[in-house]
């Protein structure tokens, strides 16, 4: 046992819950770690030869998730895996969702793939996605089968996933969808933690006991609370939670209270009893292996997939970065042991295709993956191929493409570049990503902000769209003015950018309308409308805010 184990009382906790796994503590692995690097291959090269010989793989949801497997293994959005997915979204779009027992499964799951690819390169299809999303939802909160009365927690996992990952790259998510979701979640929690299978609705905030609780309903129920805590404002912006040393308690999440009244229809206080009691009972009861009541009922890797997802979201809530986690490393050996000689997994109903897609996604920790891409970095780094080492000013612009500023350029030096008048414009198009990733440092931060703002006011249009993107990556209410002002402006682009970072920071994903179409600038009675109503928000938050005539 190495002697970061032994000092880790974290690791310890988790050890212990997973059972005797001393042998494999001694061994701490990560994605990039050569062994899970030659199981990935040997997995994504399996899929690519066989999938469509079961009859799980014709479902869009079987499609996407071994197409996510591929593109998150090779960072290629022309794998043929992921064009036959975006093909087969683009057919039922058209000619309508099928509504069958994997329709709710394949919606979510098509809602991830989207969000890892490009949700602005296809917003379209998101928000077609979304729409069907919202129209199936029971009117309970939750989602399920057709036919069924019950809401489905394995279902509602997918959806609740799917609906963050478009409302964190700036897609309108709709709030009253998330909140009776938060509320259906926090109602059929058993009482000690678990969450079942099919959800037993008391129709009050008191538990009842659940039927067919299990591992795998256990942490897909707790990690959609996290997803409904993140959407409603429940939880702090992490990257300002990392940037403060120490960690806030486990699940106490010291809130920004001037934008904590997001919602009054779910509890913040039920929220985070739910949390805890979700987490104590995952720590009691999740190991390497699902536990299902169903005799020769097995759903081992779809159920790895969805621990790492549980994982993936509490660390970020908490503010965590465990590298060599004790839950991963029983993973990885326990895949080692079970992966066949043709490089497939498969013990379930999902076919070998799919269970080795689930796998793959475990041993990539593709949720950890998306998560820091999309919510610390605020840069969609797709694929890495082919750029230069420093990230840290990499982002994909408007069609889709990976742009890297000049590595050798401060985000000071690329703030004087956006305010020099005389630089030639082909100096942007080369070498600016669509959004500044700002100083860690407050002090300097606060300076590149005040800037960022008199630049979104009197810049040129160029410096106006950087500037109302990049302030909207921080919710920071003293950016609030200039974003605002920005509404007004000449340029429809500008106003859109504006308009988003608008409701991201305020976590109204609707916001107050404003809607662009035909790339055209609204039209003055709208912007100034929308203009009294965000200045009125504003007001009710800050009272004391200055504002930008």
Not at 190 to 198: C, E, I, L, V
Not at 350 to 373: C, E, N, V, Y
Not at 417 to 422: G, R
Not at 518 to 533: F, G, L, V
Request: charged fraction near 25%; aromatic fraction near 8%.
């Amino acid at each position: 046992m190495s002697k970061r184990y032994l000092c880790s009382t974290f690791a310890l906790t988790i050890a212990f819950s997973l059972g005797p796994v001393h042998d494999r503590l001694a061994r701490g692995y990560t994605p990039e770690s050569q062994e899970v690097k030659a199981m990935v291959d040997k997995g994504v090269a399996f899929i690519e030869k066989n999938f469509g010989k079961d009859d799980s793989d014709k479902y869009l949801g079987g499609v996407c998730i071994c197409a996510l497997a591929c593109y998150a293994q090779s960072g290629d959005d022309r794998h043929p895996l992921v064009q036959k997915a975006l093909a087969q979204l683009r057919s039922e779009a058209q000619k309508g969702f099928a509504n069958d027992g994997h329709a709710n499964y394949s919606l979510g799951i098509a809602l991830i793939m989207l969000g890892d690819l490009d949700p602005v390169l296809y917003r379209k299809e998101v928000e077609a996605i979304l729409s069907e999303v919202y129209k199936r939802q029971q009117p309970g909160g939750a989602w399920s089968y057709p036919s069924f009365q019950t809401g489905d927690t394995s279902q509602t996992q997918f959806a609740g996933l799917g609906m963050w990952m478009a409302h964190r790259q700036g897609i309108q998510v709709r709030q009253d969808v998330v909140e009776r979701l938060g509320n259906w979640l926090i109602r059929t929690q058993a009482p000690d933690g678990a969450f079942g299978y099919q959800g037993k609705d008391p129709g009050s905030f008191t538990r009842i006991p659940q039927e067919r609780t299990s591992t795998s309903m256990g942490v897909a129920g707790t990690a959609t609370l996290y997803v409904c805590g993140e959407l409603l404002g429940f939880i702090e912006d992490p990257r300002v939670m990392k940037a403060r040393l120490t960690l806030p308690p486990a699940i106490t999440p010291v809130i920004d209270r001037k934008l904590a009244n997001v919602t009054s229809v779910v509890d913040r206080g039920r929220w985070q009893v739910a949390v805890k009691a979700g987490n104590a009972w995952c720590e009691r009861n999740c190991g390497v292996e699902a536990r299902d009541p169903r005799a020769g009922y097995h759903q081992q890797y779809y159920y790895m997939y969805a621990i790492e997802r549980y994982w993936a979201f509490r660390e970020l809530s908490e503010g965590k970065d465990v590298k060599e986690p004790a839950w991963y490393n029983a993973g990885v050996d326990y895949l080692r042991k079970n992966q066949a000689p043709d490089g497939s997994w498969e013990k379930g109903e999902q076919g070998p295709s799919i269970d080795t897609a689930f796998a793959t996604l475990f041993l990539l920790r593709s949720s950890k993956r998306a998560l820091t891409r999309i919510v610390l970095e605020q840069g969609r780094l797709t694929g890495g191929k082919g750029l230069k080492a420093d990230m840290s000013t990499a982002s994909v612009n408007s069609k889709g493409q990976v742009v890297t500023a000049d590595p050798t350029k401060s985000v000071t030096e690329l703030l004087s570049m956006l305010d020099d008048p005389e630089a030639p414009a082909n100096e942007y198009s080369s070498g600016l990503p669509d959004k500044l990733v700002l100083s860690a440092d407050p002090k300097q931060r606060s300076l590149e902000l005040v800037r960022l703002r008199r630049m979104l006011v009197n810049g040129s249009y160029e410096a106006r769209l950087t500037s109302a993107k990049t302030l909207g990556t921080l919710r920071d209410l003293e950016s609030v003015p200039a974003l605002i002002f920005a509404l007004s402006d000449p340029d429809y682009r500008v106003v859109l950018a504006a308009r988003d970072s608008l409701r991201f920071m305020s976590r109204k994903p609707a916001g107050f309308g404003l809607e662009i179409t035909d790339n055209t600038r609204p039209e003055k009675t709208e912007w100034m409308k929308a203009q009294q109503q965000w200045t009125e928000w504003l007001l009710s938050v800050k009272p004391d805010s200055e504002l930008i005539e």
